[in-house]
Protein backbone atom coordinates (compact mmCIF):
# COMPACT_ATOMS: atom_id res chain seq x y z
CA UNK A 1 0.00 0.00 0.00
CA UNK A 2 0.91 3.66 -1.16
CA UNK A 3 -0.05 6.05 1.46
CA UNK A 4 -0.11 10.03 1.34
CA UNK A 5 2.68 10.10 4.03
CA UNK A 6 5.15 8.63 1.70
CA UNK A 7 4.07 10.08 -1.37
CA UNK A 8 5.30 13.66 -2.31
CA UNK A 9 4.10 17.15 -2.03
CA UNK A 10 1.62 17.88 -4.09
CA UNK A 11 2.29 21.49 -5.32
CA UNK A 12 -1.23 21.94 -7.63
CA UNK A 13 -3.89 19.19 -5.72
CA UNK A 14 -6.60 20.48 -8.05
CA UNK A 15 -4.72 18.20 -11.00
CA UNK A 16 -4.60 15.41 -9.40
CA UNK A 17 -2.09 12.80 -8.27
CA UNK A 18 -1.71 11.04 -11.69
CA UNK A 19 -0.71 14.53 -13.19
CA UNK A 20 1.91 14.98 -10.22
CA UNK A 21 3.71 11.68 -11.19
CA UNK A 22 3.85 12.67 -14.98
CA UNK A 23 5.49 15.78 -13.73
CA UNK A 24 7.97 14.12 -11.72
CA UNK A 25 8.82 11.87 -14.82
CA UNK A 26 9.31 14.47 -16.85
CA UNK A 27 11.77 16.25 -15.20
CA UNK A 28 14.01 13.06 -15.59
CA UNK A 29 14.02 12.85 -19.03
CA UNK A 30 17.57 13.59 -20.42
CA UNK A 31 16.51 13.91 -23.99
CA UNK A 32 15.77 18.00 -24.13
CA UNK A 33 13.39 17.59 -26.95
CA UNK A 34 11.95 14.21 -25.50
CA UNK A 35 11.28 16.34 -22.43
CA UNK A 36 9.97 19.07 -24.79
CA UNK A 37 7.38 17.02 -26.09
CA UNK A 38 6.18 15.25 -23.20
CA UNK A 39 5.61 18.86 -21.29
CA UNK A 40 3.38 19.66 -24.22
CA UNK A 41 1.39 16.51 -23.79
CA UNK A 42 1.00 17.10 -20.07
CA UNK A 43 -0.10 20.80 -20.59
CA UNK A 44 -2.83 19.40 -23.02
CA UNK A 45 -4.01 16.82 -20.70
CA UNK A 46 -4.18 20.10 -17.99
CA UNK A 47 -6.03 21.74 -20.14
CA UNK A 48 -8.50 18.51 -20.54
CA UNK A 49 -8.74 18.44 -17.10
CA UNK A 50 -9.90 22.10 -15.98
CA UNK A 51 -11.94 23.58 -19.34
CA UNK A 52 -12.82 26.30 -17.32
CA UNK A 53 -9.45 27.74 -17.58
CA UNK A 54 -10.02 27.79 -21.24
CA UNK A 55 -12.52 30.41 -21.23
CA UNK A 56 -9.52 32.73 -19.38
CA UNK A 57 -7.18 35.19 -22.50
CA UNK A 58 -4.36 33.17 -23.21
CA UNK A 59 -5.03 30.20 -21.18
CA UNK A 60 -2.27 28.45 -22.41
CA UNK A 61 0.48 30.91 -20.87
CA UNK A 62 -1.28 29.83 -17.53
CA UNK A 63 -1.05 26.04 -17.82
CA UNK A 64 2.41 26.18 -18.53
CA UNK A 65 3.09 28.45 -15.35
CA UNK A 66 1.27 25.96 -13.13
CA UNK A 67 3.38 23.55 -14.71
CA UNK A 68 6.25 25.17 -13.86
CA UNK A 69 5.01 25.29 -9.93
CA UNK A 70 4.65 21.63 -10.18
CA UNK A 71 8.01 21.35 -10.98
CA UNK A 72 8.93 23.66 -8.05
CA UNK A 73 10.56 25.38 -11.13
CA UNK A 74 13.20 23.23 -11.66
CA UNK A 75 11.81 22.50 -15.53
CA UNK A 76 14.30 23.34 -18.52
CA UNK A 77 12.24 23.20 -21.52
CA UNK A 78 12.30 25.81 -24.98
CA UNK A 79 8.74 26.80 -23.63
CA UNK A 80 6.44 29.13 -25.89
CA UNK A 81 6.02 31.80 -22.77
CA UNK A 82 8.97 32.91 -20.58
CA UNK A 83 9.74 30.93 -17.33
CA UNK A 84 8.34 32.03 -14.22
CA UNK A 85 9.79 32.69 -10.92
CA UNK A 86 8.99 32.09 -7.50
CA UNK A 87 9.01 35.72 -6.54
CA UNK A 88 6.58 36.71 -9.51
CA UNK A 89 4.23 33.83 -8.56
CA UNK A 90 3.96 34.07 -5.03
CA UNK A 91 4.69 37.76 -4.49
CA UNK A 92 1.94 39.52 -2.45
CA UNK A 93 -0.29 42.53 -3.79
CA UNK A 94 0.83 45.69 -2.94
CA UNK A 95 -1.47 47.34 0.22
CA UNK A 96 -4.71 49.44 -1.05
CA UNK A 97 -5.39 52.64 0.71
CA UNK A 98 -8.78 52.28 2.33
CA UNK A 99 -10.38 55.82 2.46
CA UNK A 100 -10.62 56.86 6.26
CA UNK A 101 -13.21 59.94 5.73
CA UNK A 102 -15.19 61.21 8.33
CA UNK A 103 -18.70 60.59 7.34
CA UNK A 104 -20.92 62.87 9.77
CA UNK A 105 -24.34 61.16 8.33
CA UNK A 106 -23.73 57.65 7.33
CA UNK A 107 -27.20 57.30 6.79
CA UNK A 108 -27.24 59.54 3.45
CA UNK A 109 -23.75 58.22 2.61
CA UNK A 110 -20.94 59.81 1.54
CA UNK A 111 -22.16 60.81 -2.19
CA UNK A 112 -23.93 63.52 -0.79
CA UNK A 113 -20.47 65.17 0.60
CA UNK A 114 -19.45 65.95 -2.62
CA UNK A 115 -22.68 67.24 -3.91
CA UNK A 116 -23.40 69.08 -0.97
CA UNK A 117 -19.14 70.82 -1.85
CA UNK A 118 -20.85 70.62 -5.97
CA UNK A 119 -23.99 73.22 -5.02
CA UNK A 120 -22.43 75.35 -2.32
CA UNK A 121 -19.63 76.07 -5.13
CA UNK A 122 -22.20 76.95 -7.70
CA UNK A 123 -22.53 80.69 -8.27
CA UNK A 124 -25.54 80.73 -10.43
CA UNK A 125 -28.42 81.02 -8.03
CA UNK A 126 -31.02 79.44 -10.53
CA UNK A 127 -29.06 75.95 -10.60
CA UNK A 128 -27.82 76.56 -7.03
CA UNK A 129 -31.59 76.33 -6.23
CA UNK A 130 -31.81 73.27 -8.58
CA UNK A 131 -29.05 71.16 -7.09
CA UNK A 132 -30.56 71.83 -3.45
CA UNK A 133 -34.24 70.62 -4.62
CA UNK A 134 -32.41 67.26 -5.65
CA UNK A 135 -30.58 67.20 -2.56
CA UNK A 136 -33.06 67.26 -0.58
CA UNK A 137 -35.08 64.49 -2.87
CA UNK A 138 -32.26 62.48 -2.31
CA UNK A 139 -32.56 62.66 1.07
CA UNK A 140 -35.88 61.66 1.32
CA UNK A 141 -35.29 58.71 -0.82
CA UNK A 142 -32.11 57.82 1.51
CA UNK A 143 -34.46 58.13 4.99
CA UNK A 144 -37.21 56.16 3.48
CA UNK A 145 -34.56 53.05 2.23
CA UNK A 146 -33.27 53.47 5.67
CA UNK A 147 -36.21 53.78 8.08
CA UNK A 148 -38.67 52.38 6.01
CA UNK A 149 -41.11 55.29 6.92
CA UNK A 150 -42.23 58.27 5.37
CA UNK A 151 -40.49 61.59 6.24
CA UNK A 152 -41.12 65.12 6.13
CA UNK A 153 -40.35 67.94 4.20
CA UNK A 154 -39.96 70.25 7.30
CA UNK A 155 -37.39 67.54 8.87
CA UNK A 156 -35.45 67.56 5.41
CA UNK A 157 -35.04 71.51 5.07
CA UNK A 158 -34.09 71.32 8.48
CA UNK A 159 -31.29 68.86 8.42
CA UNK A 160 -29.97 70.12 4.93
CA UNK A 161 -29.86 73.66 6.32
CA UNK A 162 -27.89 72.15 9.35
CA UNK A 163 -25.42 70.16 6.85
CA UNK A 164 -25.20 73.32 4.73
CA UNK A 165 -24.44 75.56 7.49
CA UNK A 166 -28.02 77.70 6.62
CA UNK A 167 -26.11 78.50 2.63
CA UNK A 168 -28.99 76.04 1.43
CA UNK A 169 -33.11 75.57 1.64
CA UNK A 170 -34.93 73.03 0.92
CA UNK A 171 -38.03 74.73 -0.49
CA UNK A 172 -40.93 72.40 0.88
CA UNK A 173 -43.92 70.94 -1.59
CA UNK A 174 -41.73 69.80 -4.07
CA UNK A 175 -41.24 65.77 -5.07
CA UNK A 176 -42.74 63.75 -2.24
CA UNK A 177 -41.53 60.10 -1.67
CA UNK A 178 -44.21 57.80 0.02
CA UNK A 179 -43.73 54.70 1.64
CA UNK A 180 -45.40 51.75 -0.30
CA UNK A 181 -47.31 49.78 2.30
CA UNK A 182 -49.64 47.92 0.07
CA UNK A 183 -47.06 44.78 -0.23
CA UNK A 184 -47.74 44.49 3.25
CA UNK A 185 -51.08 44.83 3.43
CA UNK A 186 -51.38 41.74 0.51
CA UNK A 187 -49.49 39.78 2.85
CA UNK A 188 -52.22 40.93 5.41
CA UNK A 189 -55.36 40.46 3.50
CA UNK A 190 -53.59 37.19 1.95
CA UNK A 191 -53.02 35.26 5.36
CA UNK A 192 -56.95 36.47 6.81
CA UNK A 193 -58.42 34.68 3.61
CA UNK A 194 -56.27 31.76 4.98
CA UNK A 195 -57.66 31.91 8.27
CA UNK A 196 -60.89 32.56 7.45
CA UNK A 197 -60.81 29.45 5.03
CA UNK A 198 -59.72 27.42 7.58
CA UNK A 199 -62.10 28.51 9.77
CA UNK A 200 -64.89 27.28 7.71
CA UNK A 201 -63.80 24.17 6.51
CA UNK A 202 -63.37 22.92 10.04
CA UNK A 203 -66.88 24.54 11.15
CA UNK A 204 -68.18 22.84 7.87
CA UNK A 205 -67.58 19.38 9.29
CA UNK A 206 -65.29 17.65 6.53
CA UNK A 207 -62.45 15.25 6.88
CA UNK A 208 -64.11 14.26 10.19
CA UNK A 209 -62.92 17.12 12.46
CA UNK A 210 -64.43 19.38 15.18
CA UNK A 211 -67.42 19.78 12.69
CA UNK A 212 -68.34 16.10 12.17
CA UNK A 213 -68.48 15.67 16.05
CA UNK A 214 -70.77 18.43 16.44
CA UNK A 215 -72.76 16.88 14.08
CA UNK A 216 -72.85 13.24 14.62
CA UNK A 217 -73.70 14.41 18.76
CA UNK A 218 -76.63 16.17 17.39
CA UNK A 219 -78.06 13.36 15.37
CA UNK A 220 -77.69 11.11 17.91
CA UNK A 221 -79.57 13.58 20.33
CA UNK A 222 -82.30 13.90 17.52
CA UNK A 223 -82.58 9.88 17.12
CA UNK A 224 -83.15 9.61 21.09
CA UNK A 225 -85.38 12.33 21.24
CA UNK A 226 -87.87 11.29 18.82
CA UNK A 227 -87.45 7.44 20.73
Not at 33 to 52: C, D, Q, S, V, Y
Not at 113 to 118: A, I, S, Y
Not at 159 to 169: D, T
Request: hydrophobic share 25%; no cysteine; aromatic share 10%.
Amino acid sequence: MEYNTTRSKMLMPEYGRNVQKMVEYLVTIDDRAKRLRNAEAIIELMGTLNPHLKQIEDYKHKLWDHLYQMTDFKLDVDAPYPAPTPESVFKKPERLPYPQDDIPHRHLGKNLQGVLKMALEETDPEKRQSLTQLIGYYMKLAYTNWHKEPVHDDMIKSELAALSKGLLQYETGGYRVHFDNRFKQRNNNSNNRNFKGGNQRNNSGGGGGYGSNNYNKNRKFKNNKNK
